[in-house]
């Protein structure tokens, strides 16, 4: 049974670009979050989607990001005209049941702004 | 300060000794988790405790949860090289309409010396 899985795991940009990160989530679990992780710090919630449906949306920036969670394929984060203060490690996770249950973790995509 | 936050920031022992790491957080919580992190790599998840569970075991972990003081610990007996990681106290609130994400706290740094 694969794990999350995030690709790319290392991706670089230059300002003004769109980062595009993907999720799977692992098998049977229909809930997806993403944090973002700062150099030294401990990890921030982004954004909690199910199949379709963004469920909270508190954690991430009002402008330039934006995450889906569509019937078929991954999710997906995307920040558009990135900003060097976005470079940053973007961990999703997904688990099996709303709320309450372990949440499982992805490697992780490493972004870099130029 | 923030919910979640672990105490020591940093901890250096000896292989063999056991470690303790501790977490406080401010809110009401339905689960507790904790995760490993090594070094530039995703989370690993390590345990979940409910808010109505004081005690749990797993292999050579020990989670203990006083709800009462808003309080967790991890204990790892008989410590080895390969724990050395950072370790994360995340918490999930509960009953509230923004759903089951997870508050971290910035973590404690943990070096096993062989």
């Known amino acids: 049974n694969a794990g999350v899985m995030q690709n790319p795991r290392h991706l670089v940009r230059r300002r003004g670009q769109e980062a595009r990160l993907r999720c799977s989530p692992m098998?049977?679990?229909?809930?997806v979050y993403w944090y973002r992780q700062l150099p030294e710090e401990g990890l921030k919630f982004m954004v909690y989607?199910?199949?379709?449906?963004?469920?909270?949306e508190s954690g991430m920036p009002k402008e330039r990001f934006s995450a889906e969670f569509p019937k078929e394929g991954p999710s997906i984060l995307r920040i558009q005209q990135v900003v060097r203060g976005d470079s940053a490690a973007y961990f999703c996770?997904?688990?099996?049941?709303?709320?309450?249950?372990?949440?499982?973790f992805g490697p992780g995509t490493r972004l870099t702004v130029l | 300060s923030q919910q979640g936050e672990e105490d020591p920031q940093a901890l250096s022992i000896q292989e063999g000794e056991n470690a303790t790491m501790n977490c406080s957080y401010k809110?009401?919580?339905?689960?507790l988790q904790w995760y490993r992190q090594n070094s530039g790599r995703g989370l690993v998840h390590l345990i979940l405790?409910?808010?109505?569970?004081r005690e749990k075991h797993s292999g050579r972990l020990r989670v203990t949860l006083d709800t009462s003081k808003k309080s967790s610990s991890l204990l790892i007996t008989a410590s080895r090289a390969a724990d050395t990681a950072s370790y994360f106290c995340?918490?999930?609130?509960?009953?509230?309409?923004?759903?089951?994400?997870?508050?971290f706290g910035e973590g404690t740094q943990l070096t096993v010396n062989p």
């Open positions: 989607l199910q199949k379709e449906n963004i469920i909270d």
């Open positions: 098998k049977g679990h229909s809930h």
């Open positions: 996770a997904s688990s099996s049941l709303s709320g309450y249950n372990e949440q499982f």
């Open positions: 995340a918490t999930g609130r509960a009953k509230e309409t923004s759903g089951s994400r997870l508050t």
């Open positions: 405790i409910r808010s109505n569970e």
């Open positions: 809110t009401s919580i339905n689960n």
